[in-house]
């Protein structure tokens, strides 16, 4: 059962705030993703990790930043909310050694007004 | 680069239908995994099934199954005897076999079955 955890699970804010989504896992993967998926579906990788001060960039350029100081944290930040930044935002997490499989959070729906 | 086609946005049926959801994968590599994931109304993704690729076995959980084609370089997912419990947007997957790689995900198809 994975162990991976997204709060708020909804957030509805104005433009110009700053806001952290956060993602924790109890499962001690070295690896850990931040996906953006639009309305119409499709996921976009914006950010991952291999582990703690790794970050990446993802396939999709965008605004936010992360951080993973520990290795069960890896929290996304938007200095300055849009609402082009209104999305649901999905985190997940895999093993270094495995075999790829990704477990994901419940996610976190923001609303920028 | 790695690519995963879902050609079918939308299927609606009928409960108690079969129902096929394709998946066609294009990679460079000779070693690689495929992965299925259902996202229901609630928004998690929920892993369903990895393959590998030197593994073309076909494989049959309960009402799923899974037909993996290399030669075709297809990986269709079956859902005999179709409930409204498998209402949910389907995601196809596909990645390296090395630690370091990410998954490149299909667009997804969205399955309405309906009672």
């Known amino acids: 059962e994975a162990d991976i955890y997204q709060t708020p699970r909804y957030l509805v804010i104005g433009t110009g705030k700053k806001i952290t989504l956060e993602c924790s896992q109890t499962?001690?993967?070295?690896?850990m993703y931040w996906y953006q998926q639009d309305p119409g579906m499709e996921l976009h990788l914006i950010h991952y990790?291999?582990?703690?001060?790794?970050?990446e960039k993802g396939d999709l350029s965008s605004e936010s930043t992360v951080s993973r100081i520990r290795t069960e944290h890896f929290p996304l930040t938007l200095e300055s909310a849009r609402p082009s930044h209104t999305s649901q935002y999905l985190c997940a997490s895999s093993e270094l050694a495995g075999y790829n499989e990704q477990f994901f959070g419940p996610g976190t729906r923001l609303t920028v007004l | 680069a790695q690519k995963v086609t879902q050609a079918q946005t939308e299927i609606s049926v009928v409960e108690k239908e079969d129902v096929t959801l394709d998946c066609v994968y294009e990679t460079r590599d000779t070693t690689y995994y495929l992965f299925w994931y259902k996202q229901p109304p609630s928004g998690e993704l929920v892993f369903l099934i990895r393959r590998n690729s030197f593994d073309e076995q076909n494989e049959i959980s309960g009402r799923y199954s899974w037909n993996f084609q290399k030669s075709t370089s297809s990986f269709n997912f079956t859902i005999t005897a179709s409930q409204v419990v498998d209402s949910a947007v389907y995601f196809c997957a596909l990645s390296e076999t090395s630690g370091y790689s990410t998954l490149t995900f299909g667009k997804g198809t969205m399955l309405l079955v309906s009672p």
């Open positions: 990790s291999y582990g703690v001060n790794s970050t």
């Open positions: 499962m001690g993967h070295d690896k």
